[in-house]
Each structure stands twice: as C-alpha cells, then as structure tokens.
C-alpha cells in the first residue's frame, strides 16, 4: 500500500492540540498515581482550514474521500514533524465571489495522529 502526501497549504496559525494518554488512579487520602498509556502516548489533533476556488476544493475534497475518514496520508504538521495522519470530518462553506467573481470556498478539516497505514 502506497501512501499519499497531503501538500496543500493551509491558511496561517492552525492550533495544533497535543494530548498524552495517561492512565491513573485516585487513592482515598488524596494521592493519585500516574503512569503513561502505551508505546504511542501522545495524540495530536490539527483544525486547519483551506480557502479557494472550487477547483481546489474539490482536489482537497477528493484527497479526504479517497482515505474515506480511516486510510492514512502522510503530512507535516506545521511543528515541521512528517507524521501520518486521518481526517474524519470536513466541512465546506461558501464564501461568495472574488474579485475576479470567480466563486471561491472554504474548507475546514481536523487531522489526527494515525500510528499506522
């Protein structure tokens, strides 16, 4: 199985969330003991947004049907980190005409760590 690589840019300042899996466990007298969760403790989950015209979104649209919300791609995280990733979920919006009056759109998506193909 060939992977893809996700190469589209996306609007500036996505906030990636960085999330470990802790498990732990809350004594009677307060104390609480924690240990990590796993060989792939840490998530990550980046909301990114893409703008352009239905061209575009269409390429971005076909790239998420075709790994269907659970086939992985690779892509680097604005951290500059290649990792693989899913999407489940997008949403497209349109955002009216340019100047050019040419009809242009928005795309929305949250990629999430994927520890395997």
Request: with cysteine.
């Amino acid at each position: 199985m060939v992977l893809e690589t996700f190469n589209y840019c996306a609007r500036v300042n996505p906030v990636g969330e960085h999330t470990f899996r802790v498990r732990e466990v809350q004594f009677g007298d307060g104390y609480k003991q924690r240990v990590g969760d796993g060989l792939n403790g840490e998530h990550q989950s980046w909301p990114m947004t893409f703008i352009g015209n239905w061209q575009r979104i269409n390429e971005i649209r076909n790239f998420f049907r075709r790994h269907a919300g659970y086939k992985a791609f690779k892509w680097t995280s604005p951290n500059f980190e290649l990792g693989l990733y899913t999407c489940k979920t997008y949403q497209v919006t349109a955002m009216g005409k340019n100047s050019l009056g040419e009809p242009m759109y928005q795309l929305a998506a949250t990629f999430e760590t994927a520890f395997h193909p």
